[in-house]
């Protein structure tokens, strides 16, 4: 399903991604259903802690939530759901939020920037989400 909106959606994905305090990878991440924008998220820490993603050596430290956690986490609080959403995140998930993306009843996951491992959009397309790359 080819979504006018989708590069659009991309481009304001990456945008938000430029509010991640992290220095190794910004990624940002839009919820939208019924052309309506229902949550937005980006890598970085819990809320209350310090906003400093990586230790002194550079290694991003264990307990950042990438883009899309945040995302379905934000959702799950407000008055809204998920399901039958479309997730547009500007890297491809990994295995862990390809989880929650499941189980959140998200449908469908157009991303821009393909992570060094699969695993996560293999998952995904296994459970029936649809799985778009653009550039």
Known sequence: MDNK????Y???????AR?????RRQVGALLVKDNM????????TPAGFENICEDENGVTKPYVLHAEANAITKVAKSGNNSCGATLYVT???CLECSKLIIQAGIRRVVYKDEYRLTDGVDLL???GVEVEKID
Do not use: H, Q, T
């Not at 991309?10 to 938000?16: G, T």
């Open 125 to 127: 397309r296994r459970a």
């Open 5 to 8: 909106f989708d590069s659009r």
């Open 91 to 93: 890297a491809s998930p």
């Open 37 to 44: 924008i229902i949550s937005d998220g980006y890598n970085g």
């Open 19 to 23: 509010n991640s305090y992290c220095k």
């Open 10 to 16: 991309l481009e304001m994905a990456e945008v938000w």
